[in-house]
């Protein structure tokens, strides 16, 4: 089933939308932006609430205020702009208001029962979707529908998981986070489109839990 989500921002010159999209990328034609429009979630495609991985990269730093192609939610169509104000947008910094990853989904089928460390049991023919990857070997994941978390597979035991779509493995993903608007609202930002803005640069991992400005000596 398909959730809709509503959020409202205001575009340069115009009055406040109200928008309305759908995870499949669906919504309203464009309103003459320069920036690509397209809804990130399509052909096996996923958002998971979270950067991944022990150390989430990058760093974004917005040094001053810098309008950027916003959407309503992760999985949607640019559909405006967003005047995010300065400061440093992480997991580990209070800049933000969510953060998101948009992924391929991979498949596996499991070929023999087997229960992993973290006491998350698979039975012989159990379909595991990994929807998203949180660090240290452990993975947020499907079986059979149902969301458990604990060791990706093939983590320890790699004859009872076998890849069935391995063409996605080499998909890009796509970061995310979620911004309040100067101008008003929420909306979801691009890492990317971000890095490449004017008065937007990468700030530095300096250690576990911690981050500092663009141009801090001795980040990792």
Same mark, same amino acid.
């Given at each position: ?22 995870? &499949? ?65 992480? #997991?580990?910094? &209070?800049?933000? !208001? ?5 992924? #391929? ?58 890849? !069935? ?29 971000? !890095? ?25």
């Amino acid at each position: 089933m398909t959730t809709v989500h509503t959020v409202v921002m205001k575009k340069p010159l115009s009055l406040l939308l109200i928008l309305s999209l759908a995870c &499949s990328g669906a919504g309203p034609e464009p309103d003459g932006l320069a920036a690509p429009v397209s809804g990130l979630c399509q052909d096996g495609m996923e958002a998971a609430e979270a950067w991944q991985g022990e150390y989430p990269g990058p760093v974004v730093h917005v040094m001053e205020a810098a309008r950027l192609p916003a959407r309503a939610e992760p999985c949607g169509v640019i559909e405006g702009e967003c005047t995010v104000p300065a400061g440093l947008y992480h #997991p580990w910094t &209070s800049g933000a !208001l969510g953060f998101a990853t948009v992924r #391929p989904i991979l498949r596996y089928r499991v070929t023999r029962d087997y229960t992993d460390d973290a006491e998350v049991s698979f039975s012989e023919g159990d379909t595991v979707e990994v929807t998203v990857y949180h660090g240290e070997g452990f993975c947020g994941m499907r079986i059979n529908g149902q969301s458990k978390s604990g060791y990706c597979p093939g983590v320890y035991e790699e004859d009872v998981f076998t890849l !069935l779509n391995p063409e996605d493995e080499r998909r890009p993903e796509t970061q995310l986070f979620k911004a309040r608007c100067a101008d008003g609202g929420d909306a979801w930002i691009e890492v990317g489109a971000a !890095l490449t803005a004017s008065g937007v640069e990468e700030g530095v991992i300096v250690g576990h839990g911690e981050v500092a400005p663009h141009g801090t000596p001795g980040g990792m």
